[in-house]
T-cell receptor, first 110, second 114 residues
Framework: GEDVEQSLFLSVREGDSSVINCTYT??????LYWYKQEPGAGLQLLTY?????DMKQDQRLTVLLNKKDKHLSLRIADTQTGDSAIYFC??????????FGSGTRLSIRP | EAQVTQNPRYLITVTGKKLTVTCSQN?????MSWYRQDPGLGLRQIYY???????DKGDVPEGYKVSRKEKRNFPLILESPSPNQTSLYFC?????????????FGPGTRLTVT
């Protein structure tokens, strides 16, 4: 069945790059998403990538997609304290529900 | 402002006392959904609705009910809450189900059942 897996925790030093990884099982997924959940708030869409793309860059964010290995990653350059949050990987196909991973809690140390 | 609202934000109740968590969106979205978030389990879908009067079970529907009488509202009903329903609940909406439509989330309702 469909499944999306992520590690639960990541700690990085302020100013370093953060790389959050995700694996998924549904090879028919057409869109892969990264959502961000800040403390006490709901999820917000951070970025997404269409399955025919390998990479997408948006300012400090870089999304890499390896379709062969069903691996998705989110790189945050120059990580700041405001990046502390839970990051959810998700996959979806048209007219079907979105499947979320368990979330990776990113903490920033000085 | 485009948003999804939920009420209440926090609720402490006792086992067996019926409660309703309201959800409303002002974006004319067809698709609405309820999730619960538990540590280490991520988001699990409880119920969803493709449009008015169309609802269906998600992955963890036991102990919950929903209704969709109007497009903007999608209340979650716990007829007889139990302690294992203590969780953080999110309502979400999107224009339609699935890709490529972004889901918009409410701020969450933290429910404690004693």
């Amino acid at each position: 069945g469909e499944d999306v897996e992520q590690s639960l925790f990541l700690s990085v030093r302020e100013g370093d790059s953060s790389v959050i990884n995700c694996t998924y099982t549904d090879s028919s997924s057409t869109y892969l998403y990264w959502y961000k959940q800040e403390p006490g708030a709901g999820l917000q869409l951070l970025t997404y990538i269409f399955s025919n793309m390998d990479m997408k860059q948006d300012q400090r964010l870089t999304v890499l997609l390896n379709k062969k290995d069903k691996h998705l990653s989110l790189r945050i350059a120059d990580t700041q304290t405001g990046d502390s949050a839970i990051y959810f990987c998700a996959e979806s196909i048209p007219a079907s529900k979105i499947i979320f991973g368990s979330g990776t809690r990113l903490s920033i140390r000085p | 402002e485009a948003q999804v609202t939920q009420n209440p934000r926090y609720l402490i109740t006792v086992t067996g006392k019926k409660l309703t968590v309201t959800c409303s969106q002002n974006m004319n979205h067809e698709y609405m959904s309820w999730y619960r978030q538990d540590p280490g389990l991520g988001l699990r879908q409880i119920y969803y609705s493709m449009n008015v009067e169309v609802t269906d079970k998600g992955d963890v529907p036991e102990g919950y009910k929903v209704s969709r009488k109007e497009k903007r509202n999608f209340p979650l009903i716990l007829e007889s809450p139990s302690p294992n329903q203590t969780s953080l609940y999110f309502c979400a909406s999107s224009l339609r189900q699935g890709a490529p439509y972004e889901q918009y989330f409410g701020p969450g309702t933290r429910l404690t059942v004693t």
